[in-house]
Structures are given as C-alpha cells and as structure tokens.
C-alpha cells in the first residue's frame, strides 16, 4: 500500500525554524515527484514547493523562496521541508503529495497532477 506520512509539525516562534518529514512506504520516494502544499483556516490549499523524482528540478512559491529548503534522504525514503525565519502567514496544515514521475525533472505546483496524499501536519507560527 502506497503511503506518505508528514511529521515535524508544531508551534514556533517568528523568526524561528522547523523541518517537515514526508516519509514514504510502498514505493521508492525517488520514483516520484513530490509536492508540499498547505491550508491555512479558512483558505484554499495552495503549494509550497516540488522537486522532481530525478531531484534536478525544485520549485519554491514565491511567498517561501529564500526561506524553505527540500532536501532528500533516499535511504530513509524521506523528504524534508526545512523551514527557515517562519512568518505568521505561515501557519497551516502542511501535505506532501506525490505522483509518479520516475526519472524526469518534472514536479508540479497543481494540487490535482497528485495521486497520493499524508494526512498532514500542523504548523502554528505564533508569539
């Protein structure tokens, strides 16, 4: 059974840091193009970021850029999301997403190109 599985959510301070893990069971992460998106109350889910099964290609909302970096751990089949000088507009329930890509430098910002989805995890920026 394919699954991924978000952790490392929680509550931080402006300013201060958190990494995100999106862990894959069932199937090879490096098969599939990942993407994290997140839904703030009372908003639409929106994306965050993407990188490709082949990891050449990475993609960063502009309301992120700078400060979100994905980073990859094959041998744990996991993706990380570190999360740098978080802002309150951070706040949301963040998903990773995967599709199966193998081998292209396709990843995608679009919620509807992901086939499979976590249960998401819970990020407060709050003082």
């Known amino acids: 059974q394919l699954q991924l599985v978000e952790s490392g959510g929680g509550l931080v301070q402006p300013g201060g840091s958190l990494r995100l893990s999106c862990t894959a069971s069932g199937f090879d992460l490096d098969y599939f193009a990942i993407g994290w998106f997140r839904q703030a109350p009372g908003k639409e889910r929106e994306g965050v970021s993407c990188i490709s099964s082949n990891g050449g290609t990475t993609n960063y909302a502009d309301s992120v850029k700078g400060r979100f970096v994905m980073s990859r751990d094959n041998a744990k089949n996991t993706l990380y999301l570190q999360m740098n000088n978080l802002k309150p507009e951070d706040t949301g329930v963040y998903y990773c997403?995967?599709?199966?890509?193998?081998?292209?430098?396709?990843?995608?910002?679009?919620?509807?190109?992901?086939?499979?989805w976590g249960q998401g995890t819970q990020v407060t920026v709050s003082s």
């Open positions: 997403a995967g599709t199966g890509e193998y081998g292209t430098s396709v990843c995608y910002s679009e919620e509807n190109e992901y086939d499979y």
